[in-house]
């Protein structure tokens, strides 16, 4: 089954601990991303990967970093969290569009954490 | 100016009615459209993708696109109480960027 993996699903933390969410696809897909989701502000993309090695920032990185060493995973971390990072986190990935005709696009079940 | 903008809601309809649901955007850059569907607790799945202007149909949902406008819209059509979640529009730049734009979503219910 195609499928977005991500771990812990939910997550209580004190400030400042680092903590790592994890994602896998098994799908070979090329490119994953990070989103976070807040009330009134949507969906907003964090990090983003084309493929192996080459990530880039999205519309909120800070305070985020991510890594991409295989093509299957792509963890985000939170080296030193604070309150504001507490978000509903979504995981994603597609293949390549390489023909221009549109793709999609498949998320993971979500992540909830919260940062005291 | 968000470059996205949905109206968030509540939307309540009877069951069977027709639900119109409505993003704008302010990039004319944007090339792809698409309605996602998030029912609560899990991930955004995609229901609709479309490139061009006009309307495109599957089953009860059909996504209009005027470019022109910069306006898309979502009608469902027969609404029944499974349609009931969170309904987000999203836009993405033409071919090579993969990075989507999300509206703010709209929370429809259908009532039974």
């Known amino acids: 089954e195609a499928q977005v993996t991500q771990n812990p699903r939910y997550l209580i933390t004190v400030t400042g601990k680092k903590l790592t969410v994890t994602c896998s696809q098994n799908?070979?897909?090329?490119?994953m991303s990070w989103y976070r989701q807040d009330p009134g502000l949507g969906l907003r993309q964090i990090y983003y990967?084309?493929?192996?090695?080459?990530?880039d920032k999205g519309d909120v990185p800070e305070g985020y970093k991510v890594s991409r060493k295989e093509k299957r995973n792509f963890p985000l971390i939170l080296e030193s969290p604070s309150p504001n990072q507490t978000s509903l986190y979504f995981c994603?990935?597609?293949?390549?569009?390489?023909?221009?005709?549109?793709?999609?696009?498949?998320f993971g079940e979500g992540s909830w954490l919260t940062v005291v | 100016q968000k470059e996205v903008e949905q109206d968030p809601g509540p939307l309540s309809v009877p069951e069977g009615a027709i639900v119109s649901l409505n993003c704008t955007y302010s990039?004319?850059?944007?090339?792809?459209f698409m309605w996602y569907r998030q029912y609560s607790r899990k991930g955004p799945e995609l229901l609709m993708y479309t490139y061009s202007s006009g309307n495109k149909e599957d089953g009860r949902f059909t996504a209009q696109v005027d470019k022109s406008s910069k306006y898309i819209s979502l009608f469902i059509r027969d609404s029944q109480p499974s349609d009931s979640a969170t309904y987000l529009c999203a836009k993405r730049f033409s071919f090579g960027n993969e990075k989507l734009t999300f509206g703010t979503g709209t929370r429809l219910t259908i009532i039974p």
């Open positions: 990967s084309m493929n192996v090695e080459v990530t």
């Open positions: 799908m070979n897909h090329e490119y």
């Open positions: 990039n004319s850059a944007f090339q792809y």
């Open positions: 994603a990935s597609s293949p390549r569009d390489r023909s221009g005709s549109g793709n999609t696009i498949y």
